[in-house]
């Protein structure tokens, strides 16, 4: 955060919306990389990016953290309601993403390492925190007037990242993976989503302010010739 923090304010949302557009692309083309006998309705995005030689879908996942940081330091500056649990959620998620890029897992078919293992937390903690950071800001963005408006969006997309992590849950364990790579990418747009619902707003929020201060700078040469006309 302290890097990011260093940036202007005014430029964390394009960040934001730009690294969200980049690993959604990224990864749809990832899925064209590895082995063209993989299935993608039974092999997760993690299992596709420890086979594509291009790396392309490890560089979309530490992308999107580190956009999800940008979006996060954009959110604070413009003062939205997210601190406490909301944003440690929000750099649970971020830092969860950067790891998965970093710790693969292993290859389709063979035993879960080390690096396998801290692989697999990680993105139970990044699914698991998004979503939950979703449903806590949705009562404080209601409350809000600068964010109301996508209140009930911010609802309706983490509602439907919880009940994907419910169904990649069953998924995993008593549904034997039937579909699993499925469910994960309809979990993941969900979470995609989100961030893309909160980046969108951010920017509008962003450039709504830089107008009025533009139309207030632009009317005080104007304000200070009257008041020098009238002394």
Known sequence: MTAVKRLHPGIYPWIACASILFSVVAVVVGQF?????????????????????????EVAMAVLGLGSLALLAGLRSV????????????????GALVVAALVPTTPLGQDLDVAAQIHRYVSVAAFVSLPAAGALMVPRLASDA????????????SLA???GLLAITYVALPGERVMIGLVERLLLGAEVALLAVLAGWL??????RSAI??????????????????S
Do not use: C
């Not at 993989?38 to 879908?57: H, K, L, W």
């Open 33 to 57: 990389g590895p082995d063209p006998s993989f299935d993608p309705m039974n092999v997760t995005i993690s299992e596709y990016a420890v086979s594509d030689r291009g790396g392309v879908t």
């Open 79 to 94: 003062g939205a309601p997210v601190k406490g649990a909301p944003q440690w959620l929000l750099m649970v998620w971020s």
């Open 146 to 157: 600068s964010w109301k408006p996508v209140a009930r969006a911010v609802e309706w997309v």
């Open 161 to 163: 990242g919880g009940f």
């Open 203 to 208: 920017v509008r929020l962003a450039w709504q």
């Open 213 to 230: 201060r533009a139309a207030m700078a632009a009317n005080f040469p104007t304000y200070h010739r009257f008041i020098a006309s009238r």
